[in-house]
């Protein structure tokens, strides 16, 4: 796709949780969509085929934040809106900041207000969004077995060590922890048979983990019910993870989590999930760049 092929001349490309183009998550990002209704960003993120495609317009009332720095952000995926993208959100700061420079944000979302900062390290620029009030919630045992049907996958394939729950941050996500890197290397799912069940329990993605070792990870997110087979970075998913593995004794309380994600798809990014005692929110961050119009 080029520029002469994008439906709105505002409409930039980013990738977030890598330095390279070709890796992390790609996102659509209008700085800038004053005008445009909700039909026109649908049909500009079904036309990009990203996962996700965020658009800033003005702050509403009482917001707060520094002035020119506050704004109203929606995301759409191919099919429907989203209430929170975590990929989208560290794109649209990284974007931002290489036209006005680093600092702060203040973003509202459908999920709440979404506080991010960028900073320049080593030339490159990094975001750090921080998340809406997390939840962890038990999840049916139904539920799981329906999911572990349309996944393909047995329960002994899972970690005991590590029970299913669904973990919210801004977006919902069932959070599924397997025994072996092999077991999530091999994905191949009923996709039609995984969106009915997410639709029903308004799940944004399955997010799909492996742990290596004390604070890294391996995680993988099918996302059926946005028109895409699987997310390659997923930064709300993976601040719903920070919040489901506090919640259950996994990690330190005061911890930083390295989550690898995208190598399985030939996208391999990374997110890092920041913990804090004095802070129940959880802090994604991740780097970012431009996506060139050729790529």
Known sequence: MTSRDLPHPGILRYTAFSTDPAGGNPAGVVLDAT????????????????????????????LGGEPGRAFTVRYFSPQAEVPFCGHATIATAIAFAERHGPGDLLLATRAGTVPVTVT??????????????????????ADVTEVLAALGWRASDLDPAAAPRIAFAGARHLVLTAATRSRLADLAY??????????????????????????VFHVRDPFPVGGVVEDPATGAAAAAFGAYARELGLVAP??????????????????????RTDDTRVRVSGAGVRIPENG
């Open 35 to 62: 005008g445009l209704d909700d039909a026109a960003q649908l049909a500009i993120a079904a036309e990009l085929g990203y996962s996700e495609t965020a658009f800033l317009t003005a702050p509403p009332e009482g």
């Open 120 to 141: 320049e390290e080593g030339g490159a620029l990094r975001a750090t969004l921080t998340s809406v009030e997390p939840a962890v919630l038990d999840a049916a045992a």
């Open 254 to 275: 005061d911890a930083v989590l390295t989550l690898h994600q995208g190598a399985d798809m030939g996208r391999p990014g990374e997110l890092t999930v920041t913990l």
């Open 190 to 215: 009923d996709f039609d048979r995984l969106t009915a069940l997410m639709r029903a329990l308004d799940l944004t993605t399955v997010q799909l983990v492996w742990r290596e070792s004390e604070t």
